[in-house]
């Protein structure tokens, strides 16, 4: 793949752990309502990892809200949290594996609420394919940066072992 060319389905469908630190360097772009375009670098992100990982929403099974997770990955995974933050998600993995990898920062911004906010989502976005979409999609970049991995953020309530994965993987400055 070569730099600016937009991020294939494939590469979307391999383990979310194998998905997830690629994901760093790559840019994610955003054409606006006003038609302006943005482009972000990913710098943070976390992986979940199906029914069996207790802080995944797929944990709770099939549901409105986990349906486009059981789908083939490369489709936007978006959802509302104190009824004010979109937070944005690349659905990863084969059909029926409800893999998923949360976007946590882009360069300059940090916080997965703060990047539902910076690139004005909403529920509009739920489903929306990365391979085609006029709206919002990922592009191939020459920057892989060496990252670190943390537990993820926010999740006590999973318990162990959930809580102490270090699936959290952050570009290093």
């Known amino acids: 793949m070569s730099i600016g060319q937009r991020t294939p389905p494939s590469f979307f469908r391999q383990e979310v752990t194998e998905v997830a630190p690629q994901l760093l360097g790559k840019t994610l772009v955003r054409k606006f309502d006003d038609g302006s375009i943005g482009k972000f670098m990913i710098t943070e992100v976390e992986a979940y990892r199906g029914t069996e990982d207790l802080a995944c929403h797929a944990s709770k099974g099939r549901t409105a ?8 990955g490369g489709l936007v995974y978006v959802y509302l949290i104190y009824g004010m933050y979109w937070m944005l998600n690349f659905v990863t993995g084969t059909e029926n594996e409800p893999t998923a990898v949360l976007i946590r920062g882009l360069e300059g911004i940090s916080g997965p609420g703060r990047v539902g906010r910076t690139l004005q989502l909403d529920k509009s976005f739920y489903g929306e394919d990365l391979s085609t979409s006029e709206r919002i999609w990922l592009e191939e970049s020459d920057i892989i940066p060496r990252h670190i991995t943390t537990p993820r953020i926010g999740i006590n309530y999973a318990g162990e ?5 270090h699936w959290r993987f952050v570009a290093e400055k």
């Open 65 to 72: 809200r986990t349906e486009v997770m059981f789908h083939n």
């Open 161 to 165: 072992p959930w809580i102490s994965k």
